[in-house]
T-cell receptor, first 112, second 114 residues
Framework: AQSVTQPDIHITVSEGASLELRCNYS??????LFWYVQSPGQGLQLLLK??????LVQGIKGFEAEFKRSQSSFNLRKPSVHWSDAAEYFC??????????FGSGTQLTVLP | ETGVTQSPTHLIKTRGQQVTLRCSSQ?????VSWYQQALGQGPQFIFQ???????GRGNFPPRFSGLQFPNYSSELNVNALELDDSALYLC?????????????FGEGSRLTVL
């Protein structure tokens, strides 16, 4: 069975600092991997996705993620966080891009 | 291009009642998926509809059922509501034809069961 672990329930960073959100997955084959962001009371917005090819993928809002097969990880990074990045972030895995298993999320707080 | 819209946005039901949630998919999308997001949790896959037929189901009991209509809109029905059904229900649409791998989510219907 596929699963996703996001070890950090809550992360606090200062505005302008760098950010890394961790994601580990379990899947029997080459996975499709995603990062979504959810603001309070909102649906989910796709930040980036990995299907194949270059293991470093670029997304919207200046986010990037690196797929490391040997570590079963797909960590999300941003060099400089903005106050508007405060939200909840979900990592997801799927064999089919349209049936996803999500992690339990990481809540990001940004300090001024 | 209109996005995914869901209705109602909020509703309150009591145990044992039935509820119907509605979703209009994004223009051009023919696949609709439903997810349940309990408070403090990630979304959990309920089922997916493609060409008006169920095309995959997560670990949810039969009292969770759905429909997809010829215009690709969809309904989620939950019978015999339980307290644990309280959650945000998210609809997501996608296009098999485009195969971009992206799900487009609505803002959800928040169900409270008392």
């Amino acid at each position: 069975a596929q699963s996703v672990t996001q070890p950090d329930i809550h992360i606090t960073v200062s505005e302008g600092a760098s950010l890394e959100l961790r994601c580990n997955y379990s899947y029997g084959a080459t996975p499709y991997l995603f990062w979504y962001v959810q603001s309070p009371g909102q649906g989910l917005q796709l930040l980036l996705k990995y299907f194949s090819g270059d293991t470093l993928v670029q997304g919207i809002k200046g986010f990037e993620a690196e797929f490391k097969r040997s570590q079963s990880s797909f960590n999300l990074r941003k060099p400089s966080v903005h106050w508007s990045d405060a939200a909840e972030y979900f990592c997801a895995v799927g064999g089919s891009a349209r049936q996803l298993t999500f992690g339990s999320g990481t809540q990001l707080t940004v300090l001024p | 291009e209109t996005g995914v819209t869901q209705s109602p946005t909020h509703l309150i039901k009591t145990r044992g009642q039935q509820v119907t949630l509605r979703c209009s998919s994004q223009s051009g999308h023919n696949t609709v998926s439903w997810y349940q997001q309990a408070l403090g949790q990630g979304p959990q896959f309920i089922f997916q509809y493609y060409r008006e037929e169920e095309n995959g189901r997560g670990n949810f009991p039969p009292r969770f059922s759905g429909l997809q209509f010829p215009n690709y809109s969809s309904e989620l029905n939950v019978n015999a509501l339980e307290l644990d059904d309280s959650a945000l229900y998210l609809c997501a649409s996608s296009s098999e034809r485009l195969n971009t791998g992206e799900l487009f989510f609505g803002e959800g219907s928040r169900l409270t069961v008392l």
